[in-house]
Nanobody, 123 residues
């Protein structure tokens, strides 16, 4: 499985961005897909995930109510709609696939990582 993330950019606080992550290759082996992020000087943290078959979604407390994850199985793509962005959302966002976990929430559960996309929120 290969992952291609896109949609990052620079936005003012309160603005919105939508990230996309397209999977290619043996996409049928992916059980869950999601997003993690890493800000400068900080540890990588879970953002959100969605299970492929039963659409179980998870969100970090810091993004609940502002971010929405969704998927398009026909395109093997997941999306992360980010609204009301805050300066503290600034980070490199990484798309990820888990092949053994129905619910993805930890970096240790990730089997495939995509290249990151930068999200910068200015005040």
């Amino acid at each position: 499985v290969q992952l291609q993330a896109s949609g990052g950019g620079l936005v003012q606080a309160g603005g919105s961005l939508r990230l996309s992550c397209a999977a290619s290759g043996r996409t049928s082996v992916s059980v869950a897909m999601g997003w993690f992020r890493q800000a400068p000087g900080k540890d990588q943290e879970f953002v959100s995930s969605i299970s492929r078959i039963v659409s179980i979604t998870r969100y970090a407390d810091s993004v609940k109510g502002r971010f929405t994850i969704s998927r398009d199985d026909a395109k093997s793509t997941i999306y992360l709609q980010m609204n009301n962005l805050k300066v503290e959302d600034t980070a490199v966002y990484y798309c990820a696939v888990a092949m053994k976990q129905l619910v993805l929430q930890r970096p240790s559960e990730v089997d495939v990582w995509g290249k990151g996309t930068q999200v910068t929120v200015s005040s």
